[in-house]
């Protein structure tokens, strides 16, 4: 049986569109529903670099199944093989998404809205038509706006909701046949009061420091790299289950500049108090005061790549630094590495790169992350 015949007899509405046998266009039929489909091979008929045009229906079918997909056409010795395949997949994403959109029973409608109701409708920030994605909001003690997100099963309460909050760490739900929505706010009121030290920690450094990353911080960033001055700055990351304990801590900038401060929060480590906030700590270990709002302009702390002339690359701020105290200049880590990569008397070995800077020509080495494939 040839492979035409063979895929006439799998998919009889699937048809070649030209002599060369690399366009099929049709329909193929799976549990009495029809999809629209066009398949397009290279001339090599190699299924690898085969391009796969999915009508809008399909591709809603499939969303979440197309690595599997991907996988097949990369693993099929040929089209009929990848078709039996292909067929399989979709039977398996019908029936799991059936499962997903069967409604659930009238008391389950009847339930949610009794227990929104005892909860109290002003708590609701968000429902989907479907009743199946709530959001609740809630002030903590702080006065702190905070949403707790809560995807319903069909079943519910039988099968446990799972819930997603901004928290630094994982939200985790005690849940029973008896529970309910009201028990589920209270233990998100709960969870809430037990990270109160750690937001006023993290909200302190906001309010009195000049915090250059992240520029937005969600409530569940436990990191904050706070400018000290220019092109010099620390980063701190605070435990949230003990936040009042020494942070770790990663000075950015000229060797020159940071070494004296590392050598300072080496030796005053014995003064580190937990009766005091942890910004006021870092203050007596390090002598200094943290530039503010209140003292300084965010301007003064600028830190543009001396190469791309810009403080944001993608993600990135600048985070190497020429070490000659005349010079100081920032780069971004990717700027650097490309633009000494460049040169013809700069050197590597491995994912080292050794060359001068480019604004006062003194030694300059820097280290790119080996990205994993």
């Not at 046949?177 to 920690?201: K, P």
């Amino acid at each position: 049986m040839t492979e035409h015949h063979g895929l006439i007899n799998e998919c009889p509405l699937l048809l070649p569109q030209n002599k060369q046998k690399t366009v099929f266009d049709g329909f193929i039929m799976v549990k009495d529903k029809e999809f629209r489909l066009r398949i397009l091979l290279p001339e090599q008929k190699c299924l690898r670099h085969a391009r796969l045009q999915c009508s809008w229906q399909l591709k809603r079918v499939l969303h979440g199944y197309q690595h599997i997909v991907k996988q097949r056409l990369q693993h099929c010795s040929d089209l009929v093989s990848f078709m039996l395949e292909f067929k399989t997949v979709l039977e398996i994403a019908l029936k799991n998404k059936h499962e997903l959109q069967s409604p659930p029973p009238p008391e389950y409608y009847a339930q949610l809205i009794k227990e929104i109701g005892s909860l109290g409708w002003e708590k609701l920030a968000y429902i989907d038509a479907e009743f199946r994605t709530i959001k609740l909001k809630a002030e903590d003690s702080a006065g702190r706006d905070h949403m707790i997100t809560i995807k319903l099963k069909s079943k519910y309460p039988v099968e446990s909701p799972d819930c997603s909050a901004d928290f630094p760490i994982p939200f985790v739900i005690s849940w029973t046949q008896q529970s309910s929505l009201i028990n589920l706010h209270s233990q998100f009121l709960a969870a809430l009061e037990s990270l109160q030290e750690f937001w006023d920690v993290m909200d302190e450094i906001d309010e009195k420091t000049w915090v250059l990353e992240p520029e937005k911080p969600a409530r569940a960033t436990t990191t904050r790299r706070i400018a000290i001055g220019n092109n010099v700055s620390i980063n701190v990351e605070v435990d949230p289950r003990h936040p009042k304990m020494l942070p770790e801590c990663c000075f950015l900038g000229a060797d020159h500049v940071v070494t004296p401060l590392r050598n300072k929060l080496n030796t005053n480590m014995h003064l580190w108090s937990p009766e005091c906030t942890v910004l006021q700590n870092l203050k007596d270990m390090l002598e200094i005061d943290f530039p503010s709002p209140a003292t300084h302009e965010k301007s003064s702390f600028s830190m543009e790549c001396g190469i791309c002339y810009a403080y944001r690359l993608a993600s990135s701020i600048p985070d190497q630094v020429c070490d000659d105290p005349r010079c100081g200049q920032p780069f971004h880590q990717e700027c650097l590495y490309e633009w000494l990569r460049g040169l013809p008397h700069s050197r590597q070995s491995f994912n080292i790169i050794f060359g001068e800077c480019p604004y006062c020509s003194k030694s300059i080495t820097v280290k790119m992350a080996i990205k994993k494939s």
